[in-house]
């Protein structure tokens, strides 16, 4: 752990961490994303998941997954969308 640096948190059990925000998977929740905080797709064609990086829905903040410290990789407070939601 580097102390200029930021991670999530995961309590034992629970798939979705919880998000520096305050956001868990059950609130906001996280989308899968690219290397720079952008929605991914998730077809077997795109690639993705390798790593496997997600976005809090909330903050913008991104991690992989399979990293054990969920250190935050970067924040996009404003990422692309694959299907654009307006409201
Ligand atoms: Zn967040």
């Known amino acids: ?3 200029n640096k930021e991670y999530l948190t995961r309590v034992e059990g ?4 919880t998000c520096l ?3 868990q998977g059950h609130r ?3 989308m899968p994303c690219d290397a720079n905080g952008n929605e991914a ?9 390798n790593p496997p990086l ?9 991690y992989n997954d399979e990293d054990p410290t969920l250190e ?4 996009n407070p404003n ?4 299907i654009d939601v307006e409201d």
Do not use: H, K, Q
């Open 28 to 30: 906001g929740g996280y």
């Open 72 to 75: 935050v990789l970067g924040r």
């Open 54 to 62: 997600y976005a809090c829905e909330d903050c913008g903040r991104f």
């Open 21 to 23: 925000c305050g956001n």
């Open 1 to 3: 752990m580097e102390p």
């Open 41 to 49: 797709d998730v077809g077997i064609e795109s690639g993705w998941g």
């Open 79 to 82: 990422p692309t969308r694959l």
């Open 14 to 17: 629970n798939e979705a961490p």
